[in-house]
């Protein structure tokens, strides 16, 4: 496979330097390993070393989805991490042909999860209020070619959902408890209803709205993430950790 | 949505109580809430409010993935669970038309995730040396309709694989660094390696051999899940919790 | 050192399967490795190895404190878990001359290592309302000689407390909000406040209630104890885990 | 109770600015809020409210032993954390009148721990091979009063443990399995071992060690300490948490 304009690549020159670009004829890429020109990337294969104008050498590399995701998108706000994101989209049974409803867009982090795994049959209806973020993340889409997958909508949510016979709602809202009969209504018989919530009153009043509005196994859980430092001998946790990102409710249509 | 011959139905009784059963003609399914035939809930809609024969009601909900891949499986081995399931298919880049190499097979649970997400167009090639629990992951994936996106290969991981080109490899086996060259070579470019892992010291040899072997951005991380128990004024976390299922490894070709 | 009449004695036949005995003459001891009567221990070095009546070898120890007031003190309440009651100690500065005050007693769990680490002139004063929890407590601490260190009050601590110049006031009560006020009268300057709370909302309402209250340095934090099975090669933590036991609230009189 | 020469005084100005300071007459004290003079704090009360040069209000409070430890110690090396150090003492049963042997001292942060606990009968052995270390120890030992009760030995614990009939044995050493048949014999029947370790190799080392040598009742765990930042409708845990301290080995000898 070989790098072709306006591919997303990523830079390896060692386990902690790495760096993902946009390759566009004309464009150099300055590091402190040295300049690299676009033009010595396009035709090359991935895989390939090269190096860098002082001769540091560094392999091309295709990323993957969260690379992008986590760290070329544009961010104005808080992002779902890769844990959270991904246990929403397994139990709300995110797959090819979904059709998913999900607000607030914010950064479309979330978004471009969801959409690359619907593709390319399904649609994310991605519901947000601030015309701005629209616009990140429709940018933040269409550099994954995702963009065709979403229908973004400028609208506040809890002013009703339109879709219908939809397979998940996905709230990562700061009151979702104000949405949960719009979301019921749209969502068909055992679609899934799934919020990340930072704080633990949030979950509490969420599952109990969840549970006022009809919704059925209605759970809450968090997922703590701990990376390892591996070297023969001394392995070991890492020192500092993430201590909390959000919690997670799920419930479902009966 | 009606329910049809074949299908997977959840029982719903209670948040405590609630079954999944195949919809057969002529079947009778007994609970200590009561006896359904198959014929009392053919041709009914999803949603419906019915009565057992002692009149008890309950609820005719649609299944999702997870609850009929954890619930309904037949089980011959212990089970990827699904925080780590969920992980290892995001980092993984597993979505549709996704080209997937596992091993071992198991009794498929796994299998059944990157089937579901792979469709249409994408393959899962699942090695597995017992020829038992191939049939059982077989009849595991068929009964979610997965069967024609698997190609279930009675054949030692250890030995080679096949495949070239492919996106990611998953490994859940007792000694994965012994295939990780297999692992190396059938990879493209950017494609990941995922392994997961009961004992720290599994991880400690398979990232040393990561290493050893090419790959890149290896890291070695573990999920904690911890669920609450949400009442207004009583909220708390369970007073149990899994402590541990497996850590989880992933690498990739550079 | 020898066994005598009236101590407690820990048989260890193997790492599962160990037992405290109290040792009084003419007493026997059956277990389903045999039976072992008082006389055969009295007079024995600590240390020896002995035999029941069937020929099954065990050894003579000395037990822990924690041995003994989790194993042996009878139980009536939920009692609070060594790895809370040793941060409380250490956190509230409990040592040899401490004046502590505690609410409520319940089993005496807490009341016994306060107890243990007052010794010989320090005293801990401990409220509650129900008098069977008290004679309960009463014989558990007796049984570790540890009476003597304690002043145990039927009465209800929301109604006041009578010490002045308390070092630490320690609380696992089900409303600690209601008492703040009395503990800030009672301590000292830089005293330290410890509550026990299972669950979040108590811990919103007593961290709140301390701020106004004057407390300073409000801290809320729990631990999780997480146990390793470990073995040469195949070492991991245990699959089950005590996933909550409570909430720990710190603060300060200024 | 009123300030007096050499003490050890805490300075509360707010949740986020407290300073810890020896009062030595002549000296002063600069902060952010302006300068104290120690004649300023002489013969104050304990609790008064006080105003620097520029008219910043601040309490003096009395500081808690761990205060002065974690916050007023010099430190050379890496400390145990309160957390462990809380659980080693309880576990190892470290009360008035405990004999206990420590290695190495380190910056001596739990030798002030244990030597504060076994006041005023007891003793706490602290073997530590690098001079310049045990000359820190002692002087922080010395701030808290606590020097008499410690019998610093600059000695390498692997050539043998000199006393007998010890109450626990304390490690935190690199290689605490060099030591074990030491403090097997060092200990009385009962007593109690507890090693801190970083990696999770040494904990496998370490516990196989400990069973071949002919410890019983061999333990691994860690904690994990979560702090919770909490405001009423807005309560979560903190977002950052230190991932990893160490692991804690407990055994006992028969």
Redesign the interface.
């Given at each position: 496979?070989i790098v072709q304009e306006g591919d997303l690549v990523?830079l390896?020159f060692s386990?902690d330097r790495?760096y993902i670009v946009k390759v566009t004829r004309g464009s150099t890429y300055s590091f402190n390993e040295g300049v690299i020109r676009a033009e010595d990337l396009l035709g090359r294969?991935?895989?390939e070393v090269l190096r860098t104008h002082i001769g540091v050498k560094f392999?091309v590399?295709?990323?993957?989805?969260?690379d992008v995701v986590y760290r070329k998108f544009e961010r104005r706000t808080q992002v779902i991490y890769?844990?959270d994101?991904?246990?929403i989209?397994?139990?709300?049974?995110v797959?090819?042909?979904s059709r998913i409803v999900e607000a607030g867009t914010g950064s479309g982090c979330l978004t471009a999860?969801l959409a690359?795994?619907v593709?390319?049959s399904g649609v994310v209806y991605t519901y947000e209020v601030r015309r701005e973020f629209i616009e990140v993340a429709r940018r933040n889409l269409r550099m994954l070619g995702l963009e065709e997958y979403v229908v973004f909508k400028e609208a506040d949510v809890r002013e009703g959902i339109e879709e219908q016979n939809i397979d998940a709602v996905v709230l990562d809202l700061a009151e979702p408890w104000a949405v949960l009969h719009h979301a019921y209504k749209a969502l068909?018989?055992?679609g899934?209803l799934a919020c990340f919530l930072?704080?633990?009153?949030q979950?509490?009043r969420t599952?109990?709205e969840a549970r006022r509005t009809g919704f059925?196994?209605?759970?809450?859980?968090?997922?703590?993430?701990?990376?390892?430092k591996?070297r023969?001998?001394?392995?070991?946790?890492?020192?500092?950790?993430?201590?909390?990102t959000g919690?997670l409710v799920f419930a479902?249509?009966?």
């Open positions: 496979m990523l390896y386990e790495h294969h991935y895989g392999r590399v295709r990323p993957s989805l969260l890769p844990k994101a991904a246990l989209a397994l139990k709300a049974g797959g090819p042909g999860v690359y795994l593709r390319p068909r018989n055992g899934v930072p704080t633990i009153n979950v509490e599952v109990e059925i196994m209605v759970e809450a859980e968090e997922l703590l993430e701990r990376r390892y591996v023969r001998g001394e392995t070991r946790p890492e020192l500092r950790m993430v201590g909390h919690y479902r249509k009966p």
